[in-house]
């Protein structure tokens, strides 16, 4: 079984920090990496894409990839209390024959005001 | 901006009847997937469709589940007799290349929160 792996959490970061989360996986031949946001009770909402090593910024958001040591992260800079929401990893990994999108567990993220 | 839309948003249902949940995918979009996250659990994959046939299914896609794409639009998902354990928010996305090749990002639709009593 390919896993995704993040830490639960809660974060909570302040108003105007760096919240960093952190997302492992085990399948050394994926190759697309994904962050999404859900909020409570709705759908996961795409973030990021990234395919390469290294970073990745868009806006507040910067997705940094490390496929050495299999590890991708969302650095969400001047955190708003809106951005207060579970944070979802996702990463096309092979289950039996099937490549598929694989989701970790997600982090809960509170942005304090 | 273009989105995926499912239908209904809320069904409750008795162990053991038949649901069918709607999806239109984003019009241009090649690839339709199923997943569902049952509550406070992850978000799981049941299967993925293109040209009309099923690419890739899970295990927990068995024989009670069925895709179909009647028309041009719609995209459903059937569950044959329904069990306490499906109970979950079923979410329909779409892609315009197979997720896992290339870039392959999935837009999910709002959810159908399916409860069986």
């Known amino acids: 079984q390919k896993e995704v792996e993040q830490n639960s959490g809660p974060l909570s970061v302040p108003e105007g920090a760096i919240a960093s989360l952190n997302c492992t996986y085990s399948d050394r031949v994926s190759q697309s990496f994904f962050w999404y946001r859900q909020y409570s009770g709705k759908s996961p909402e795409l973030i990021m894409s990234?395919?390469?090593?290294g970073d990745k910024e868009d806006g507040r958001f910067t997705a940094q990839l490390n496929k050495a040591s299999q590890y991708v992260s969302l650095l969400i800079r001047d955190s708003q209390p809106s951005d207060s929401a579970t944070y979802l990893c996702a990463v096309n990994t092979l289950s039996g024959s099937a490549r598929q999108l694989t989701f970790g567990s997600g982090t809960q993220l509170t942005v304090l005001p | 901006e273009p989105e995926v839309t499912q239908t209904p948003s809320h069904q409750v249902t008795q162990m053991g009847q038949e649901v069918i949940l709607r999806c239109v995918p984003i019009s241009n979009h090649l690839y339709f997937y199923w997943y569902r996250q049952i509550l406070g659990q992850k978000v799981e994959f049941l299967v993925s469709f293109y040209n009309n046939e099923i690419s890739e299914k899970s295990e927990i896609f068995d024989d009670q589940f069925s895709v179909e794409r009647p028309d041009g639009s719609n995209f459903t998902l059937k569950i044959r007799s329904t069990k306490l354990e499906d109970s979950a928010m079923y979410f329909c996305?779409?892609?315009?290349?197979?997720?896992?090749?290339?870039?392959?990002?999935?837009?999910f639709g709002e959810g159908s929160r399916l409860t069986v009593l």
């Open positions: 990234i395919y390469s090593n």
């Open positions: 996305a779409s892609s315009v290349s197979l997720a896992g090749r290339g870039t392959g990002e999935l837009f």
